[in-house]
């Protein structure tokens, strides 16, 4: 049984895994933005959110975006963590530069939202090939779900058909883990997206982002973005912790 003690600020943690640049053509070519999980120190265990980019290969997604991805078991080691402390995997959504270092992780179960597991497996693209690599141990949802106490995932479908953010309920308030459910803090306040980030289904990605603002978030962290969004503070410097 874990302990009851409530998470804090400092519980939550970005996972520095890189950056990716737009390729040529695409409506951002040429800009390069960094590649960030989180991990949660929750007292039965680390949560990590998001796995980043996989090992350079052969493949469309790895020649056209370069890369440059760190390795998840460095990237934890800053943070005085190791892979076998991670006891759950949670992926926002299965887009390559998401869950690209789950087979680190085959002894933890992976948090997917089942629609998103299954538009994968339709797909048969380069990131299920990763997963069979894995071998992965899906624990597939259905919409909102605690994984932990003081911890839930909520559906923020938009971006893909299944994206999921997570919930930190704090001391000082609630974290929300946003993954992609928008590319930037800017994005988010603004309720618009770039080009570049053109979600799967915009009318639902703007409700989604509704609906997480609508959590009352004392702040809100995406993976592409290193700046925070802070509830009364848009425009203000990151938040230390975040
Ligand atoms: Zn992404």
Redesign the pocket.
Known sequence: MASSRTLTLADVRRVDLGA?TAPPGDPDAGSTVP?HGFAVTHPAGVVLIDTGVGEPRPGSFVRDWRPVARRIDVALAELGLAAADVRMVVNT?L?W??CGQNAVFTHAPFVVQRREHETARGRQGIVWEWFEVAHARFELVDGEREILPGLRVVPTYG?TVGHQAVVVETDQGTVVLG??AA?SAQSFAAEDCSLGAEPEDRARWREAVRQVKALDPLRVLF??DPTAWQRGGDGGPPPAAG
């Open positions: 990716v590649v959504h887009h530069d998401h971006h993954g992609d590319d993976c592409h």
